[in-house]
């Protein structure tokens, strides 16, 4: 039933391309590194360290996870981070580029989420504030590689526009091993749509316990 998600994808991409391309086009975006997005790369070599994946987006959130990634190298861990912005990338790449890949984030296609996570190989996944997307929580739960959001958000409006598609992302919300997020309100919709009380943990704006974090992800199901 893969194909029916991938075959949504296309046909609202061409339905609304005369909407993103044009912006796509004058903001720079997404502008390069195609063949990424599609999941294509080298293989990142394997250490002995255990691997989490970081994905964020742009630059807000690249400055954002400085002091996590510094606490998890110094656990031990190994991080790899994942972005989709091209400022984004470039940002990643200047602060944490001598020391950790970072990588292209997927588009949402089955095909392309495989070939990334085979490249990658990921033990764990956090997601910054909030990038849920069907086909790669999917992609992560066959593989048992659990995912946790971080810094978490969900705004009022957001959360309107996802009501609108529930029964498409709530599968994917459920998916998730733990959340943590900035307010009792972006807990209250999280919650709302669909992830356990008790995998939610309101923890401010980046100030959690990375130990906490790190442990409630090993112990997550799909």
């Not at 990588?103 to 504030?129: I, M």
């Not at 309100?185 to 943990?201: K, L, N, Q, Y």
Request: hydrophobic share 45%; net charge positive.
């Amino acid at each position: 039933m893969r194909w029916l998600g991938d075959a949504a994808y296309l046909g609202g991409a061409i339905l609304t391309s005369p909407v993103w391309l044009p912006r796509m086009l004058v903001t720079g975006k997404i502008r390069t590194d195609w063949p990424a997005r599609f999941g294509r790369g080298d293989t990142i070599v394997a250490t002995d360290r255990p691997r989490i994946l970081l994905h964020a987006v742009s630059v807000g959130e690249v400055n954002a996870i400085r002091a996590l990634v510094r606490a998890l190298d110094e656990r031990g861990i190994d991080v790899v981070i994942a972005t989709t912005t091209d400022t984004g990338t470039d940002r990643a790449r200047a602060i944490f580029g001598g020391r950790h890949p970072v990588v292209r984030y997927p588009f949402d296609f089955s095909g392309a989420v495989a070939r990334f996570l085979d490249r990658v190989r990921p033990d764990a996944v956090g997601l910054v504030e909030l990038e849920v997307w069907p086909a790669f929580t999917r992609a992560c739960a066959d593989r048992r590689v659990p995912i946790a959001v971080v810094n978490g958000r969900l705004s009022r409006r957001s959360a309107d526009r996802y009501r609108w598609i529930r029964f498409l992302v709530r599968p994917s919300f459920r998916r998730l091993a733990f959340a943590a997020v900035q307010t009792e309100s972006d807990a209250t919709r999280f919650e709302a749509m669909g992830v356990p009380r008790e995998r939610i943990e309101v923890t401010g704006t980046m100030k959690w316990d990375t130990a906490s974090i790190a442990d409630s992800v090993e112990g997550a199901d799909a």
